[in-house]
């Protein structure tokens, strides 16, 4: 397996535009988790699925951002305008109930 | 809710032992893990512990003490290339691995 699959690996945006993030899941995992990291504040969770369906958007910032999971391999996060503070490395993990959780490489977005 | 400290940087030398520890108070617990990130890269799984004791893996051990709320990870015979950051994180009792709350990792610095 290619493991977790995200795309694009490098975002750069002006403020007030849409972003979207896509990532695909290892083959077989029931959760998917969409993790956003900066220097300040660390690795924080933002989202997380099972079976497609989300259980847990506590950690999602504010309305600005969405994510959606249509099916058992894509996952979009969106962030809609986007602002300089979003600016930080999106990462995807995906596992399942008896698995650590697996990451793909991030998306590195910078809005300016 | 959970509170995971580690400290923030640490140095040793090459060929050395170091121990990372990470302390925590959560209002459940299903187990700790520990991840290494490089810079610019995605986390990667090290260590799980569930049960108190020690887990060995190589040059790699992880340590948990439940009732102190307490784990350490154990390098040995280091090497340059373990230079990185460590995040140690908690798994919340009726969630799986992603819905683990991250400390903030420790960047350990390996000199020759």
């Known amino acids: 397996d290619a493991g977790v699959i995200q795309s694009p690996r490098h975002e750069v945006t002006e403020m007030g535009q849409e972003v979207t993030l896509r990532c695909k899941p290892i083959?077989?995992?029931?959760?998917l988790f969409w993790y956003r990291q900066t220097m300040m504040r660390g690795l924080e969770l933002l989202i997380y699925?099972?079976?497609?369906?989300?259980?847990?958007d506590s950690g999602m910032p504010e309305d600005r951002f969405s994510a959606k999971m249509p099916n058992a391999s894509f996952s979009t996060l969106k962030i809609q305008p986007s602002e300089p503070r979003d600016s930080a490395v999106y990462f995807c993990?995906?596992?399942?109930?008896?698995?650590?959780?697996?990451f793909g490489q991030g998306t590195r977005l910078t809005v300016v | 809710g959970q509170n995971i400290d580690q400290p923030t940087e640490m140095t040793a030398t090459e060929g050395a032992i170091v121990q990372i520890n990470c302390t925590y108070q959560?209002?459940?617990?299903?187990?700790l893990f520990w991840y290494q990130q490089h810079a610019g890269e995605a986390p990667t799984f090290l260590s799980y512990?569930?049960?108190?004791g020690l887990e060995e893996k190589g040059r790699f051990s992880s340590f948990l003490s439940r009732s102190k709320g307490y784990s350490y990870l154990l390098l040995k015979e280091l090497q340059m290339k373990d230079s990185a950051s460590y995040l140690c994180?908690?798994?919340?009792?009726?969630?799986?691995?992603?819905?683990?709350?991250f400390g903030d990792g420790t960047t350990l610095t390996v000199k020759p």
């Open positions: 993990a995906s596992g399942t109930e008896n698995t650590e959780a697996f």
């Open positions: 083959s077989g995992h029931d959760y």
């Open positions: 699925f099972n079976n497609n369906v989300p259980i847990d």
């Open positions: 959560t209002s459940g617990f299903n187990g």
């Open positions: 512990n569930v049960l108190d």
């Open positions: 994180a908690v798994r919340d009792l009726a969630t799986n691995a992603g819905k683990s709350t």
